[in-house]
């Protein structure tokens, strides 16, 4: 999904694959039942982006891109993790909800491992791989949790983490 962008700039493979891995979920046949479209917020550049969610809102996610260092991994390839900050909000004292929602993130990008593993085929990570994805392999490196629920709803934070791919 494009963002409001004020700088006429060529588009980087961190921001290519971030905006491909909102698609994918966006696209999410589950993800769609669950939460409402203006629920899922990836810095846009729309007014409401820097919204707080409030639990009457809930189920709620907000996605932060966090760069990281880049090394080469050939002569004219260089290596770099693209790290997505997660905000998620559930309503409800039941902490399966908020597991279950991580849950429903993770099949959004392995839809169908078994298949998947059989055919070679998964078209999630060659879509990844289009958009500058190294392997396409989206690994969920901290599994969202609330260090201190309230009872009314749960705050967690989580991290997931892709390998982009940058030519030079």
């Not at 994918?24 to 409401?48: A, L």
């Not at 078994?114 to 791989?129: C, F, H, K, P």
Request: with cysteine; aromatic share 10%.
């Amino acid at each position: 999904m494009a963002g409001v962008r004020s700088l006429d700039l060529p588009v980087s493979p961190r921001a290519a694959v971030f905006r491909a891995m909102e698609t994918i979920v966006r696209q999410n046949s589950t993800f769609q039942r669950i939460v409402k479209p203006d629920r899922f917020r990836t810095w846009q550049g729309e007014p409401r982006d820097i919204k707080p969610f409030s639990y009457q809102e809930a189920p709620c996610l907000r996605w932060t891109p966090m760069n990281t260092a880049e090394t080469f991994a050939t002569p004219n390839m260089m290596t770099g993790d693209l790290l997505v900050n997660c905000e998620v909000i559930v309503a409800g004292s039941c902490s399966d909800d908020l597991t279950n929602f991580w849950w429903m993130l993770e099949t959004c990008f392995y839809p169908d491992a078994i298949t998947s593993s059989q055919t070679g085929d998964n078209t999630v990570q060659q879509t990844l791989r289009n958009a500058g994805a190294h392997t396409g392999l989206v690994l969920f490196t901290q599994p969202a949790f609330d260090p201190g629920p309230d009872g009314v709803f749960f705050a967690g934070q989580g991290q997931m983490k892709i390998t982009i791919r940058l030519s030079i």
